[in-house]
Nanobody, 124 residues
Framework: HVQLVESGGGSVQVGGSLRLSCAAS????????MGWFRQAPGKERVGVAA???????SYTDSVKGRFTISQDNEKKTLYLQMNSLKPEDTAMYYC???????????????????WGQGTQVTVS
C-alpha cells in the first residue's frame, strides 16, 4: 500500500517562499525516481522538477534558478524549495514516484506509478 503525502502548501505573496514536502510510505524509496508536478485550473498536469537515482536534477525552464528539488532517503521524503514565487506558480502541486528513471521522460505523467493527493500553492 503505497502512499505519497504532500504538505507545505499555502498562500504567499509574490516573491515569497515555500517548502513542499512529500512523505512516502509503502515502497522501497531508493528503487524509485521522484518528481514534482503541478496543475493549474484549466491546464494539464506538467512536470516541475525531478531527481534521478544518481542525484541529478531536472527542472522546467520557468522554475530554473528559483526551485530546488531534494530528498532525504532515510526519511523517505522528497522536498521542493520554492523561492521568488510568481503568480504563475499558482497550482496544485503533486508528488510522484516511478520505477522507470529514464531522464528523457521525466516530464511524462504516464511514466509515474504513484501520485500524492496534492497540496495547493497560491501566489498573490
Amino acid at each position: 500500500h503505497v502512499q505519497l503525502v504532500e504538505s507545505g502548501g499555502g498562500s504567499v505573496q509574490v516573491g515569497g517562499s515555500l517548502r513542499l514536502s512529500c512523505a512516502a510510505s509503502g515502497l522501497t524509496y531508493s528503487s524509485y525516481c521522484m518528481g514534482w508536478f503541478r496543475q493549474a485550473p484549466g491546464k494539464e498536469r506538467v512536470g516541475v522538477a525531478a531527481i534521478d537515482s544518481d542525484g541529478s536534477t531536472s527542472y522546467t525552464d520557468s522554475v530554473k534558478g528559483r526551485f530546488t528539488i531534494s530528498q532525504d532517503n532515510e526519511k523517505k521524503t522528497l522536498y521542493l524549495q520554492m523561492n521568488s514565487l510568481k503568480p504563475e506558480d499558482t497550482a496544485m502541486y503533486y508528488c510522484a514516484a516511478r520505477s522507470r528513471c529514464t531522464i528523457s521522460t521525466w516530464r511524462t505523467v504516464s511514466e509515474y506509478d504513484y501520485w500524492g493527493q496534492g497540496t495547493q500553492v497560491t501566489v498573490s
